[in-house]
């Protein structure tokens, strides 16, 4: 699907509906999924000196703390932004690769 057309999820909560409507309980809840994620891109950032999927491991923490936080939401959106741009810019690189070489092998 281009990325014109791809429409992206409202920034914000995604817990349960019993949860959002508790004020003590979403503030628990919102901090279990800080306490979650820490973890996992603390495990990620320690991955990165050793063999692991360092960040992998810290896109997954990411990934859980955008469940419930919009700041985690905006970095996921522009990481994914990017990441669709340099291999859209890969494919074109490779596609005027292919190009010159078949103008070259045709003369």
Do not use: N
Not at 23 to 40: C, E, N
């Amino acid at each position: 699907m281009p990325p014109e057309v791809r429409e992206e999820k409202p920034l914000g909560s995604r817990a349960p509906r019993f949860v959002q409507a508790s004020r003590p309980l979403h503030l628990s809840w919102r901090v279990v999924i800080f306490i979650v994620g820490l973890a996992i891109v603390t495990g990620g950032v320690i991955m990165l000196p050793l063999p692991g999927p360092g960040w992998l491991v810290i896109f997954g923490g990411m990934a859980v703390w955008a469940t419930e936080f919009v700041w985690a939401q905006h970095v996921l959106r522009w990481t994914k932004r990017k990441y669709r741009e340099g291999t859209r810019w890969l494919k074109d690189r490779r596609a005027a690769r292919k190009e010159r070489k078949a103008a070259r092998q045709s003369s």
